[in-house]
């Protein structure tokens, strides 16, 4: 069993940048897979990034590619998401995920879910 706790979400205008971090607790924190998804009222939650255990592999969502960058520090048990550029559109609940073993893009692929945190970009 994992637990996860999102930070960092919060009010910011169009072009600004905010950092999320996620902090892991339980067993074996370093070795799960980290995904970040979000969820914009009345729409599917969605992929937004995903990073390997290592921190060697990544994968990025077409929107966000070029702004969002998904790191992960396993000493502090925390996977980061380092967003630039922030659109209103950016405007979202985000949530980090985490899967001990192989996961995608899709959030099925994920057993793990933190409660959330609201990112609100201003036009």
């Known amino acids: 069993q994992v637990q996860l706790q999102e930070s960092g979400g919060g009010l910011v205008q169009a072009g600004g940048s905010l950092k999320l971090s996620c902090t892991a607790s339980?067993?074996?924190?370093?070795?799960?897979?980290m995904g970040w998804f979000r969820q914009a009222p009345g729409k599917e939650r969605e992929f937004v990034a995903t990073?390997?255990?290592?921190?060697?592999?990544?994968a990025y969502a077409d929107f966000v590619k070029g702004r969002f960058t998904i790191s992960r520090d396993n000493a502090k048990n925390t996977a980061l998401l380092q967003m630039n550029s922030l659109k209103p559109e950016d405007t979202a609940v985000y949530y980090c995920?985490?899967?001990?073993?192989?996961?995608?893009?899709?959030?099925?692929?994920?057993?793990?879910w933190g409660q959330g945190i609201q990112v609100t970009v201003s036009s």
């Open positions: 995920a985490a899967k001990l073993g192989i996961a995608g893009t899709y959030k099925t692929d994920y057993d793990y």
């Open positions: 990073i390997n255990r290592s921190g060697g592999t990544t």
């Open positions: 339980g067993r074996s924190e370093g070795s799960y897979r």
